[in-house]
């Protein structure tokens, strides 16, 4: 399959606690991308970390990339009620303009 | 303003018909796309478009024709409709090769009994 894979595939915490997802890929890449989809809504671009970078950051966002491994996580700092939603990684692969998604971890935060 | 807006929202309709989902976006981009979201949450894609030619597809059934009338527009057309056709399906667009970011629109839920 070409899907990368991501886990855990279901993370609960509570506010305030810091959510950490990982994704894996199987090929090369131009880049790496995570969107969030709430419940009965479409995906919702998130932020993108290319293939030359190690790790980016965007308000509460930490995400980091080992092209060696194969490998990208996301960090969420202080968790809210409010992110509660499934997150997905993507990957742009090398000279095409596939973007193939991972399956999704289901964060759930509690008040 | 709706920036990708796919209609129907909800769709249910019994096997063997064929139905149609309509796709349109007003952000002036280049690529459009297809996804197919399972009762897993799994997403794949199905089709790309490029300035209203096929690009991208993603070894699925014949049934399954797209088209593409403008850049602004990408429908799918489902004949003969079958059980596990039932899935939600997201529309998406970008820009162009150099702007990463794709925009979905809200999906359409589609069921077959």
């Known amino acids: 399959s070409q899907q990368g894979e991501e886990d855990p595939q279901a993370l609960s915490i509570q506010e305030g606690e810091n959510a950490t997802m990982n994704c894996s890929y199987k090929t090369s890449i131009n880049n790496l991308q995570w969107y969030r989809q709430n419940s009965g809504r479409g995906l919702v671009h998130l932020i993108l970390i290319r293939s030359n970078e190690r790790e980016k950051h965007s308000g509460r966002l930490r995400v980091t990339l080992d092209t060696s491994k194969k490998s990208s996580s996301l960090l969420i700092t202080a968790s809210r009620a409010a992110d509660t939603a499934s997150y997905f990684c993507?990957?742009?692969?090398?000279?095409?303009?596939?973007?193939?998604f991972g399956t999704g971890t289901r964060l759930q935060v509690f008040p | 303003d709706t920036a990708v807006s796919q209609t129907p929202k909800y769709l249910v309709t019994q096997m063997g018909n064929d139905k149609s989902i309509k796709c349109e976006q007003n952000l002036g981009h280049d690529t459009m796309y297809w996804y197919k979201q399972d009762s897993k949450k799994f997403l794949k894609i199905m089709f790309s478009?490029?300035?209203?030619?096929?690009?991208i597809n993603e070894t699925v059934p014949n049934r399954f024709s797209p088209k593409s009338p403008d850049k602004a527009h990408l429908n799918l057309h489902i004949n003969s409709l079958e059980l596990g056709d039932s899935a939600v399906y997201f529309c998406?667009?970008?820009?162009?090769?150099?702007?990463?970011?794709?925009?979905f629109g809200e999906g359409s839920w589609l069921t077959v009994v």
């Open positions: 998406a667009s970008r820009r162009g090769y150099e702007e990463n970011t794709i925009y």
């Open positions: 993507a990957t742009v692969w090398i000279n095409t303009d596939k973007l193939i």
């Open positions: 478009y490029n300035n209203k030619e096929l690009i």
